[in-house]
């Protein structure tokens, strides 16, 4: 029986990462995966990756991560922000990739249909450590403990005026896409950064939060009848259990880190369609 497939944070420019990625396979004919950022830093590799995996799999399903959107220098002209977002996902849908901009793909799963919404929501420094009244402060806090994201730097919101006013957007486009799904339908939420708070505890430097999510999607798990949530991000993989519904991080992350805790959960793709629980 055909499975949903999920994988995020491949980081490909990594040898050992890009060795990992040379051996993912369907399990069965039939199956789907989904991608949930982070392929790579650079355009081309995000592209050369993705049509890789799409050869493979009856569907692929992507949406960015925060690295898919630096801009670094020498990479495709300079793109940023908008602009360089709208340049991926016109690259992988001519490989024939599923994005964010597409409709929903609907999976026919043995307990009536599934909708796979592939989100791109960004976040909005909502994820706040206590006290920090703004983002301003709360970027302050995080400064001072040492922790500033490289999003800070590469990470540029053309032409929106900031990351936040982007994810805004973000946020209020897919909300009204999903209300307008036909009644009763049964979602897997699919995003880089999780869609609630609560994953953010485990990382090891908890001001890091602050470039994680937003408040704004707490509740969409349950509004929008979620059989399952997946992302990446934290580089923690590990299915938790939020309001009965299973919130499933499924990031590959760097070599180094394959030995850290969590490494069990590590180098796998992991299965996260119907009944396959955790």
């Known amino acids: 029986m055909a499975d949903i497939l999920a994988i995020s944070d491949l980081h ?53 991560g925060n690295h898919e ?5 020498g ?13 991926l996902v016109a690259a992988l849908r001519s490989v024939g990739v599923v994005t964010p901009e597409d409709p929903y793909p609907v999976w026919p799963g043995p307990d009536g249909p599934l909708v796979v919404v592939p989100l791109f929501l ?8 206590p006290g920090a009244r ?3 402060e709360a970027l302050t806090i995080a400064e001072q403990a040492g922790v500033v994201c490289s999003d800070e730097f590469l990470l540029h919101p053309d032409p929106y005026p900031s990351r936040a006013a982007w994810c805004a957007a973000r946020v ?4 009204a896409r999903l209300d307008a799904l036909p009644p009763g339908s049964r979602t897997v939420l699919v995003n880089h950064f999780p869609l609630v708070r609560a994953p953010t505890d485990r990382l090891r430097y908890p001001e890091f939060a602050l470039w994680c999510g937003t408040e704004e999607t707490a509740d969409w798990p349950i509004r929008y009848r979620a059989e399952a949530v997946v992302y990446g991000h934290l580089h923690i993989p590990v299915t938790d259990r939020i309001d009965g519904i299973p919130h499933h991080e499924v990031s590959l992350g760097y070599p180094d880190e394959w030995g850290s805790p969590g490494a069990s959960a590590r180098r796998v793709v992991r299965v996260v369609g119907p009944g396959a629980g955790a």
């Open 12 to 64: 490909v420019g990594h040898a050992g990462n890009h060795d990992f990625v040379s051996r993912i396979a369907p399990r069965s004919a039939g199956d789907w995966l989904i991608v949930a950022g982070d392929v790579a830093d650079r355009l081309d590799q995000v592209v050369s990756t993705m049509r890789t995996l799409r050869e493979r799999f009856e569907t692929v399903i992507w949406v960015p």
């Open 69 to 73: 959107l630096w801009s670094l220098p």
């Open 75 to 87: 990479d495709v002209g300079g793109l940023r922000g908008v602009a360089r977002y709208d340049a």
């Open 122 to 129: 960004l976040y909005d420094s909502s994820f706040r450590p």
């Open 134 to 136: 703004s983002a301003a």
């Open 172 to 175: 209020a486009a897919t909300r």
